[in-house]
């Protein structure tokens, strides 16, 4: 059982750790965004790679290969 907060003390505690929480799950937050930004960058630069890779190179002359 909790036991209730009966001090200002224990009250500004309780309500400084809160905001600390609170803090701490924004920029949790915020780091998941970007590294899913991050990721998705990433699918999209591997998937713009692939394609220049297995294409016939524009720059050489004579290279139409499929």
């Known amino acids: 059982m909790i036991k ?4 200002i003390e224990e009250l500004d505690a309780a309500l400084y750790w809160r905001g600390k929480h ?3 799950i924004r920029e949790r937050d915020a780091l998941q965004q970007r590294l899913t930004a991050a ?3 990433i699918d999209d630069l591997r998937a713009e790679l ?8 524009k720059m050489i002359v004579g290279d139409e290969l499929p």
């Open 4 to 7: 209730p907060i009966q001090t």
């Open 22 to 24: 609170a803090q701490a």
């Open 39 to 41: 990721d998705q960058e």
């Open 50 to 57: 692939k394609a220049v890779s297995l294409g016939p190179c």
